[in-house]
């Protein structure tokens, strides 16, 4: 059974922008401008998909 996670973080001085992320995501929830990675939590599900995307461990689940 997958726990639930109630927030999807981010780690903004470890992302560097490259887009790994987004395109794994089922939910069009992260968006990648040239200065910011944004994440919709409203669409987010926190399936985790864009966590193991991550090479950099930018993004983490957590319960809140």
Not at 4 to 30: H, I, S
């Amino acid at each position: 059974m997958n726990e639930v996670y109630e927030k999807l973080a981010l780690d903004d001085a470890l992302c560097g922008r490259c887009g790994g992320c987004v395109p794994v995501c089922p939910e069009d929830a992260l968006y990648l401008s040239p200065v910011s990675l944004t994440i919709d939590d409203s669409l987010c599900t926190g399936c985790g998909n864009c966590v193991a995307a991550c090479p950099v461990e930018a993004l983490e689940l957590k319960n809140e």
